[in-house]
Structure formats: structure tokens, C-alpha cells
């Protein structure tokens, strides 16, 4: 069964409340008919499958489907994303797939940004996949948004 789950504003959905407010919004598309779409940052859950809205940055947060994973992913295919408006070059939004244990391949993962850097994203449905980090030095699997306010889909 290829069943995924796509994380739909989980590179910053963000939309301009007021005159130069950052939001970031991170929305779920849960396919696999199972599990719980969980977004957690700071050791703190903020989403069990809703919609959630950052009024400000979003830092260090890490969403997963919840197929018994342990309390951070651990398990199971993890998305880590980072969703801040750039003050300068290079210091915007940062989405990756993980799969560097203890988290392994447990379900077809995705990420898209929208609202901006429209596309970009990964997609990971095997346990080879070239778009997750395998190991820390695999940089290249990291995708950036130079864009105020960016969606992520």
C-alpha cells in the first residue's frame, strides 16, 4: 500500500496579518488513511492534525505521522523545518526530510512551500530516497525560501 502524508503550509504558510506581521502557517494532506499528522517544536506539541499558525517565526520544529513513533519522531520519516522571514541573504525558511536515525523510513513524506519559492519542496517514498538526509553531511537535501510570509503545502 503507498500511502503518504504531505505536509500542506509546513514551510511557513504564512500570510501578512496587519501592516508587517510574520505568520507562518503549517497545514497537513494525510493520505495513508492512518496516523496522526503531529508538529511539535521545543519538546512542545502544537498540532495533532490541524492547521497551525506561527505568529512569528517558526523555529526548530519537527512534524511526523504519528505510526508509533516515539516522542520525537524517532521511528518513523520526519520533516525539520525552520520558517522565518530573511533579515539577510541565506537567513530565511529551511525545510528537509530526515531519515538519520533514530527516525527511519515509515511513510511516502512530503513538503512544498507556497506563498512564494511556489514548487520547491521534496518529495521522500522509499527508504533510498536522494531528497531525506541519510547522514548529517547530506546538505544538499535541505531546501531554502528566501520569501516573506512563505505557504507550505
Same mark, same amino acid.
Given at each position: 500500500?503507498?500511502?503518504?502524508?504531505?505536509?500542506?503550509?509546513?514551510?511557513?504558510?504564512?500570510?501578512?496579518?496587519?501592516?508587517?506581521?510574520?505568520?507562518?502557517?503549517?497545514?497537513?494532506?494525510?493520505?495513508?488513511?492512518?496516523?496522526?499528522? $503531529? *508538529?511539535?517544536?521545543?519538546?512542545?506539541?502544537?498540532? !495533532?492534525? #490541524?492547521?497551525?499558525?506561527? @505568529? =512569528?517565526?517558526?523555529? /526548530?520544529?519537527?512534524?511526523?505521522?504519528?505510526?508509533?513513533?516515539?516522542?520525537?519522531?524517532?521511528?518513523?520519516?520526519?520533516?525539520?523545518?525552520?520558517?522565518?522571514?530573511?533579515?539577510?541573504?541565506?537567513?530565511?525558511?529551511?525545510?528537509?526530510? $530526515? *531519515?538519520?536515525?533514530?527516525?527511519?523510513?515509515?511513510? !511516502?513524506? #512530503?513538503?512544498?512551500?507556497? @506563498? =512564494?519559492?511556489?514548487? /520547491?519542496?521534496?518529495?521522500?517514498?522509499?527508504?533510498?530516497?536522494?531528497?531525506?538526509?541519510?547522514?548529517?553531511?547530506?546538505?544538499?537535501?535541505?531546501?531554502?525560501?528566501?520569501?516573506?510570509?512563505?505557504?507550505?503545502?
Amino acid at each position: 500500500m503507498l500511502s503518504s502524508l504531505k505536509f500542506a503550509g509546513l514551510v511557513a504558510a504564512a500570510f501578512v496579518a496587519g501592516a508587517q506581521a510574520e505568520t507562518h502557517t503549517v497545514t497537513f494532506t494525510n493520505l495513508c488513511g492512518e496516523g496522526v499528522p $503531529t *508538529l511539535k517544536a521545543n519538546g512542545v506539541t502544537l498540532s !495533532t492534525g #490541524g492547521a497551525y499558525t506561527s @505568529n =512569528g517565526p517558526l523555529e /526548530a520544529a519537527i512534524a511526523y505521522l504519528d505510526v508509533g513513533c516515539g516522542a520525537n519522531g524517532e521511528g518513523c520519516t520526519m520533516v525539520e523545518t525552520t520558517l522565518v522571514n530573511p533579515t539577510t541573504a541565506g537567513s530565511g525558511s529551511s525545510t528537509d526530510i $530526515t *531519515l538519520i536515525s533514530p527516525h527511519t523510513f515509515s511513510v !511516502t513524506t #512530503g513538503f512544498g512551500y507556497y @506563498n =512564494g519559492c511556489d514548487g /520547491a519542496g521534496a518529495d521522500c517514498t522509499s527508504a533510498s530516497c536522494s531528497t531525506a538526509f541519510h547522514v548529517s553531511t547530506d546538505t544538499g537535501v535541505q531546501v531554502a525560501c528566501q520569501t516573506d510570509n512563505v505557504t507550505d503545502l
